[in-house]
């Protein structure tokens, strides 16, 4: 169970500098989260995302991960087909729903699981820190 204090989630080194970077350049931006809606939104607005992502999921609004659903309807409400899309997951659950839903993925080293275990779902990319997505990004463009 989750339970929160009031705290706001600290977010990971860089994260919100790239995301803020990905908006202002109009990239489509989604979460995918094991969250509650009351969580996801609580985050969002503790950190003034709640216009950053044209599209966010939450565990009580649809199928839980590994079931691709949570996906599909990203996908389906961006209109981008699952080669187009990138998840980017700190869990077994994130890669295998990626898997699930035919899109690529990347594993990072610095949450809920070891990298060990998350390379074993053939993500993309493993990285150990949010910059190593934007210049892999930049390197694939």
């Not at 990239?27 to 009351?38: N, Q």
């Not at 985050?43 to 691709?68: C, M, N, Q």
């Not at 996906?71 to 659950?93: K, N, T, W, Y």
């Not at 990298?115 to 820190?129: G, V």
């Amino acid at each position: 169970h989750y339970v929160h204090d009031g705290t706001p989630s600290p977010l990971f080194v860089g994260a919100s500098a790239l995301l803020h970077h990905w908006h202002g350049q109009g990239i489509a931006l989604a979460v995918a989260t094991g969250k509650s809606r009351r969580g996801l939104d609580r985050v969002l607005k503790a950190h003034g995302w709640e216009d950053y992502f044209d599209i966010t999921r939450a565990a009580d609004e649809t199928a839980s991960k590994p079931h691709p659903l949570m996906l599909e309807q990203i996908l389906a409400h961006c209109e981008v087909r699952p080669e187009q899309a990138l998840m980017v997951g700190d869990s077994s659950f994130d890669l295998q729903m990626a898997r699930n839903a035919g899109m690529d993925s990347v594993a990072v080293s610095y949450g809920a699981q070891s990298i060990e275990a998350l390379k074993a779902f053939e993500p993309r990319l493993a990285i150990d820190r949010f910059s190593q997505l934007h210049a892999w990004l930049n390197q694939q463009a």
